[in-house]
């Protein structure tokens, strides 16, 4: 526990009050009322924060992070809207919106990360405090010190606007492959309306998604703990600090090797150094170093780049201990699969999530669809029906085992909370009593009301209909955007619930294709369309509540807070449809290419397009009961049993016995996701994360608890900065997205007839 100061230093530090650093201190209810009051305004800087101050005691429940970790001081005079907060918001956001608009049409899969965001908002907004006057007139524009609360609204701003909105995919998409080009007005307003929703419902949520311990976000806690040891004084804080940078070069000077001149590094397996790619089993079981290769058993990576992808020094060990026993199981039943021809799969590659024809080559979609993108029911008996991978069918089908398993298990495991929540339509009322020390702090500023966010709700949808309207044709009837918004809005609040508590998120978008389609037969374009308001509904209210719990950690205000997410989304907005609009009119050849360029690739558009083809189009004919996938359709509703067996032994268990205890461990919905979760990308990281995790979340919180509160989610954070930058760096310099990439010379290390961990390449 963070331990509060004793009263001679709260005395010292009240006194101090033109000292140049002025973050928060842990406050009384006596303080918090001077604070209201203006009487009293205290500097952390001023106090000896050392190692003791840590205590030693073993953390028990995961979400006690949140309060064991994380400080709760807050210091209200501190300014959160500043010139400096409003002008590097800005800026930031539009140069991450265009950034992240252009890794979205990059052969390579980056993204521009909120880390990425905060460090570079970090070194800008202490240099601006160092270079610009601070007297007269310049005392506005540079008020003090760079501090916490301006850096937050800052990256809340720039991460908003780096997210690439869906609706800015869905409508490169219908200029590349249906030549329906919107208006620029509509579909900036699009963009904007369909990040609105979702917003407009996270605010709904927030008095049991936000407020609450319980929904702590793991992933947050190390964003939040790098916060406050670069902005709160103390001795502690001061080689916390020492220790981020050390750890960030590190990682910096190492993460080049693997990435760049030794990819070997990236996924270490003995068993293809001693095969040296003569057999295909052993590289579709053991090969894990290059794209679509294998499922990675026994593979070990040292690029934190890949690593952190399992979020080791993160996730709760019980979300850890889920996903790789669901790995496990995916091991072997992938195999088994595959190779017993399981959906007629065996004679197609081993990982693809491409379509097929009957003979194994690239399906040609563009044959069956009418000029009005519907099927031509000669052709199709002529091209015949599209094909997928066992290995694809069998991710599919665990994505949505995945979401029925989680809306039971919410059901099943937080019902009290639902029925606190929503009973007497309790979410909707402003000023709860929540025992959570965050929330208290809170308490003191002036909260966004309900209505607020319930108009913005009303209003985008109202906008999203209007621009699903396009020359005289809608796109997507208004009756489908309501119903698939009231949908999205359900499963939101279980998505919620898994994130807020496991760190976890649960994948829909292979459950609203299958929706889709039913609903729209033979309508490619408005299956597509769907995932404006079926999938990223969800996802925009899931990143809306983490967004409020960092303001919430941080002590921002809730109105700033809002207002800081609203700006990065309309900026997001603008720059992600004129960054597009560019990058599409360009190279639009290089695009609509399977294959695409070295240097531009619509490999991300083309994903859109084909599941519009294969659930719009084909909806019947491949997921109807009887159809060669019609298993994909109906793993949602058999995932709805999955949590139930589980809940019952716990129930009918002996409390607090082996049974009991070991039946209330187990995620249905991890365990499930993450059987399907290997037939992507690489995979030689998994390993790596499993040590890793076991060595932080369950070894160093237990046995060295003092140093796993200091500096575990510490380590995360420069870990992930550090190597975040170096992959941006190295994306310009020589992957190709400056338009020019330089290939490092082919040597052992970097084989040329070989797939990068030297079992035998793809096929």
């Not at 100061?5 to 406050?27: G, I, Q, R, W």
């Not at 609105?196 to 976000?217: D, E, H, N, Q, S």
């Not at 995932?531 to 719990?549: E, F, H, I, P, V």
């Amino acid at each position: 526990m963070m331990v509060t100061p004793n009263e001679k230093e709260v005395a010292a530090a009240a006194a101090a009050t033109e000292l140049p650093h002025s973050d928060s201190l842990s406050y009384t209810e006596k303080d918090v009322k001077d604070d209201i009051d203006g009487k009293q305004r205290v500097d952390v800087e001023a106090l000896s924060v050392t190692d003791e101050d840590v205590g030693s005691t073993i953390i028990q429940k995961d979400e006690d992070v949140a309060v064991e970790v994380i400080s709760a001081e807050d210091d209200p005079e501190l300014p959160a809207f500043t010139f400096r907060a409003v002008f590097l918001g800005i800026g930031l956001s539009a140069f991450t919106s265009v950034l992240s608009t252009i890794y979205t049409f990059k052969p390579q899969n980056a993204t521009v990360s909120q880390l990425f965001c905060l460090i570079i908002a970090y070194v800008l907004g202490t240099a601006m405090h160092s270079v610009m006057p601070s007297t007269g007139f310049w005392r506005y524009l540079n008020p003090g010190p760079f501090n916490i609360k301006e850096h937050t609204v800052i990256v809340i701003m720039a991460s908003t606007a780096s997210t690439v909105a869906i609706a800015m995919e869905i409508i490169a998409a219908l200029d590349l492959f249906y030549n329906i080009k919107l208006n620029a007005a509509v579909a900036i307003f699009q963009i904007f309306a369909s990040q609105m929703i979702g917003y407009g419902i996270a605010g709904l949520l927030r008095t049991f998604l936000v407020y609450p311990t319980y929904a702590f976000y793991p992933n947050y806690i190390s964003v939040v703990n790098l916060l406050q040891s670069l902005h709160f004084g103390g001795v502690l804080n001061h080689k916390k600090r020492r220790y981020f940078w050390i750890v960030f070069a590190a990682i910096f000077l190492w993460e080049w090797i693997p990435q760049y001149p030794f990819p070997l590094l990236t996924a270490i397996s003995v068993i293809c150094l001693a095969d040296n790619g003569r057999h295909k089993f052993v590289r579709n079981l053991f090969g894990a170093g290059s794209s679509n290769e294998g499922i990675g058993l026994f593979s070990f990576s040292t690029s934190w780049t890949l690593i952190s992808q399992g979020t080791p020094l993160v996730w709760p060990w019980r979300t850890q201990f889920n996903s790789f026993l669901g790995i496990a199981i995916g091991y072997i039943t992938l195999t088994l699969a595959y190779y017993n021809n399981a959906f007629d799969g065996r004679n197609l590659v081993w990982m693809s999530t491409a379509l097929f024809d009957s003979q194994g080559g690239s399906y040609n979609q563009t044959a069956i669809l009418t000029p009005e993108n519907t099927v031509d029911q000669s052709q199709l008996a002529s091209v015949g029906l599209p094909r997928y991978t066992t290995t694809y069918v069998i991710s599919q089908m665990c994505y949505n085992f995945g979401l029925g398993a989680a809306i039971v298990h919410v059901l099943l495991w937080h019902w009290s909370d639902l029925k606190k929540a929503f009973g007497g339509m309790r979410f909707l009322k402003s000023g709860q009593d929540i025992d959570d020390p965050h929330y208290q702090q809170m308490k003191k500023y002036k909260e966004v009301p309900q209505w607020w966010y319930l108009l913005l709700f009303v209003a985008s949808l109202a906008i999203g209909i209007g621009c699903s309207y396009n020359h005289g044709e809608w796109l997507l009837p208004a009756w489908s955007v309501i119903l698939f918004t009231f949908i999205s809005s359900v499963l939101a609040v279980c998505l919620g619930f898994i994130a807020a508590t496991t760190g976890f998120q649960i994948q829909i978008k292979h459950a609203m294709h299958i929706l889709s389609a039913f609903v729209h037969p033979g309508k490619p374009v408005a299956v597509m369309y769907v995932n404006l308001y079926g999938n990223s509904t969800a996802y925009q209210a899931l990143a809306m509540l983490q967004d409020l719990k960092l303001g919430q950690y941080t002590k921002i205000p809730p109105r700033i807070t809002f207002a800081a997410q609203l700006a990065g989304s309309i900026i997001g907005s603008i720059f992600n449809y004129t960054m597009m609009v560019s990058i599409v009119s360009n190279n639009r050849e290089a695009l609509i290419d399977p294959i695409g360029t070295r240097i531009w690739s619509g490999w991300i558009i083309q994903g859109y397009n084909s599941s519009s083809v294969a659930m719009g189009a084909l909806g019947k004919e491949l997921f109807a009961y009887g159809k060669p996938y019609y298993l994909i359709a109906f793993a949602i509703f058999i995932g709805l049993i999955f949590p139930i067996p589980f809940w019952v032994v716990h129930k009918l268990a002996r409390k607090d016995s082996l049974l009991a205890r070991g039946a209330e461990y187990i995620i249905t919905p991890v365990v499930a996701l993450y059987v399907g979760w290997l037939p992507y990308s690489v995979n030689g990281q998994w390993w790596s994360c499993l040590v890793i995790g076991y060595m932080s979340q369950v070894w160093a919180r237990s046995h060295r608890p003092k140093w796993f509160k200091k500096y575990n989610y510490l380590t995360s954070a420069a870990l992930d900065g550090g190597s975040q930058v170096i992959l941006f760096i190295l994306s310009f310099a020589v992957f190709g997205a400056s338009g020019n990439a330089i290939d490092f010379p082919n040597w052992w290390g970097n084989p040329a007839n070989l797939s990068v961990d030297r079992c035998a390449l793809t096929d």
